[in-house]
């Protein structure tokens, strides 16, 4: 089995012992089996058990294991190791407070998510089996209910950064559309009044960094101009 | 106070309207201008007073003057929601701002009939 040595520098910072964060050089063996960041991660992790990050499912279903990498947000598990430019440079998602390391406080991202209710909002008796949708009614939401809440979009957006207690950002606009856009919710008057506010909604200028990182190939750009579409179409 | 955050102030569909409003009749206008500059190439004082004396010239430039002083508003008026965090001097900001673009928007219109 052929092995190479793969270069990466990693952000290093335990608030508790360390003064300032630093970039830690290390550099680790992989072979062909490795194909994923998250696997050279995992070596990395045997050669210094320092290194903290988060991870689970490893097929990019959770969402935990969202970093920088190489100045562009995604998640390890899903980013190849093939064609990563060296030394690899890895940093935790940008905008929110580090806890250590590559992991960040989210307590911030999903107050926004929270904030726009994601859940069906009925006030109708359950019927015995389900809410029906016709096909064309479920198709809208697609691109939309796929959203693993990893925060790459969110931490990409400037919006974001400078406002992330007041911006509701794009995975939480993204969420707030899936139910704006859900025909067998109710609350679409006041789901509309709850982001009509030039700092929850109208940060979003549409500049895309979102749709650039989004790991599942989402466009959080795209459901916010909808929203913003449902707003005129109330107004006018 | 205790420091809470406050959002909710249930403006900003108005703003974000008229920023796409204003912005195409500047577009219209500059391509506009360049379709009169062309076809009447002032290039003395007197020509380029002639171009302004035309109504349609005036009624113009003054819907694009408009458009661009209330696009400006939108634009600073959200550099200052990012940037400045105290309310008292975002307040301030605002205000200035507000101020100095209703003035330079009478100003305009001055210079514009007086040609």
Known sequence: MTTRTMQFRIYRYDPDKDERPRMQDISVEVDEQDRKLLDALTKLKAKDETIAYRRSCREGVCGSDAMNI??????????????????????????????????????????????????????????????????????????????????????????????????????????????????????????????????????????????????????????????????????? | MINRIVVGAHYGLKDWIIQRVSAVVMAAYSLFMVIVLLVLCPTTFDAWRNVFSFGLVKFATFLFALSLFYHAWIGIRDLWMDYVKSVSIRLTLHALTVLALVGYAGWMAAILWRL
């Open chain 1, 70 to 236: 190489n100045g562009k947000n995604g998640l390890a598990c899903l980013t190849d190791l093939e064609g990563l430019e060296q030394p690899v440079l890895l940093k935790p998602l940008p905008g929110l407070p580090v806890i250590r390391d590559l992991i960040v406080d989210m307590t911030q991202f999903f107050k926004q998510y929270h904030s726009i209710k994601p859940y069906l909002i009925n006030n109708d008796p359950p019927p015995e089996r389900e809410r029906l949708q016709s096909p064309e009614e479920r198709e809208e939401l697609n691109g939309l209910y796929e959203c693993i809440l990893c925060a790459c979009c969110s931490t990409a957006c400037p919006s974001f950064w400078w406002n992330p207690d007041k911006f509701v950002g794009p995975a939480g606009l993204l969420a707030a559309y899936r139910f704006l856009a859900d025909t067998r919710d109710q609350a679409t008057g006041e789901r509309l009044d709850n982001l009509e506010d030039p700092y929850r909604l109208f940060r979003c200028h549409s500049i895309m960094n979102c749709v650039d990182v989004c790991p599942k190939g989402l466009n959080p750009t795209l459901a916010i101009g909808k929203i913003k579409e449902m707003m005129v179409k109330r107004y006018v």
